[in-house]
């Protein structure tokens, strides 16, 4: 699902919503997620998951044309951990769209 899908299924869902407004929503939202990580929070969104920042520390790298050895520096990457309730809800809807592909 893409951001132009996202805001496409509000519009649709919320008839009282434009499209403009569903796409003012969820630009408002993806700020908010961005801003929080950025300054080293973590998101905690019950039901569905968790994103925080984790670090990798510099390491020893080789470039595979050369085989000469490089240094990666420390990195900060985004971690999404979903909740248990997406987790059983992707789990259920994944076993019964495999159970219809059988039959």
């Known amino acids: 699902m893409t951001r132009s899908d996202l805001v496409a299924e509000l519009a649709a869902r919320f008839g009282q919503l434009t499209h403009r ?3 003012f929503a969820v630009k408002a939202i993806l700020d908010a997620v ?3 990580l950025v300054r080293g929070h973590r998101i905690e969104i019950r039901g569905f998951g968790s994103f925080s920042i984790n670090r990798r520390p510099p390491r020893m790298g080789r ?3 050369s085989g000469e050895s490089v240094a990666i520096p420390e990195k900060r990457v985004t971690h999404f951990k979903p909740g248990k309730a ?3 809800a992707v789990d ?4 019964e769209l ?3 592909n059988k039959a």
Do not use: G
């Open 21 to 23: 407004d569903a796409e």
């Open 34 to 36: 961005n801003n929080a």
């Open 63 to 65: 470039n595979p044309r």
């Open 86 to 88: 997406l987790r059983e």
């Open 92 to 95: 259920q809807r994944t076993a």
């Open 98 to 100: 495999e159970q219809q």
